[in-house]
């Protein structure tokens, strides 16, 4: 069983850059795929990014594409989401995910997913 704890959100302005940590515990990452997602109000939760387990293959929501870099540090156990030029859509609470099974590419479903953090809320002020 692995526990996933997201940090580095808060609120910033319009074009600010954030950096968010996912930090993992109870067993290694360094074989599964990994996802950050992310939930405003009253809408569903929504694929941001995701990292196969080496890092070699990155998949990026249409809608952050080009701002947003997802990375890993298999030897910190830790996989970080890199979001630049925000803007107030943005706004969310972000989750980090594990792959239910290791060694399996990660697309952007929920139910590819079998392990979720808290979350960590990101605001963007215009």
């Known amino acids: 069983q692995v526990q996933l704890v997201e940090s580095g959100g808060g609120l910033v302005q319009a074009g600010d850059s954030l950096r968010l940590s996912c930090a993992a515990s109870g067993r290694t990452i360094r074989s599964y795929s990994m996802g950050w997602f992310r939930q405003a109000p009253g809408k569903e939760r929504e694929f941001v990014a995701a990292?196969?387990?080496?890092?070699?293959?990155?998949v990026y929501a249409d809608s952050v594409k080009g701002r947003f870099t997802i990375s890993r540090d298999n030897a910190k156990n830790t996989v970080y989401l890199q979001m630049n030029s925000l803007k107030p859509e943005d706004t969310a609470v972000y989750y980090c995910?594990?792959?239910?099974?290791?060694?399996?590419?990660?697309?952007?479903?929920?139910?590819?997913?079998?392990?979720w953090g808290q979350g960590t809320q990101v605001t963007v002020s215009p």
């Open positions: 990292i196969t387990w080496g890092g070699s293959n990155t």
């Open positions: 995910a594990s792959h239910r099974e290791s060694y399996k590419v990660a697309g952007g479903k929920t139910y590819e997913y079998g392990y």
